[in-house]
Nanobody, 125 residues
């Protein structure tokens, strides 16, 4: 599967942004799709994921209550709605996918074998 991330840009602190991850290829419904982010000088970190099948969602603590992940299997797209953005959310955001990913592995980058190109989100204070 190929992934295309979009929706990044410049936003003021407290603002909102919606990222999209569009997939091509077959079997999208069988993939867990996640968002990771990487800020300058920092390691890539898990943000959120939505599981294949029932669509269980996962969030890292620093985005809970602010970000919402969702998926539209008909459109082969996963969305990340980001509200109340803060300067520390500034990063390149990557979407990633893995088929039939185990529940314990959703937040580990090495288990995702398909990655999008990344989209920059910059939050100004």
């Amino acid at each position: 599967v190929q992934l295309q991330a979009s929706g990044g840009g410049l936003v003021q602190s407290g603002g909102s942004r919606r990222l999209s991850c569009s997939a091509s290829g077959r079997g999208f419904i069988n993939y867990t799709v996640a968002w990771f982010r990487q800020a300058p000088g920092k390691e890539r970190e898990f943000v959120s994921a939505v599981k294949y099948g029932v669509g269980t969602t996962y969030y890292d603590d620093f985005v809970k209550g602010r970000f919402t992940i969702s998926r539209d299997n008909d459109k082969k797209t996963v969305y990340l709605q980001m509200n109340n953005l803060q300067p520390e959310d500034t990063a390149v955001y990557y979407c990633a996918a893995a088929s039939f990913l185990h529940d314990d592995d959703y937040n580990t980058a090495r288990y995702y074998n398909f990655w999008g190109q990344g989209t920059q989100v910059t939050v100004s204070s």
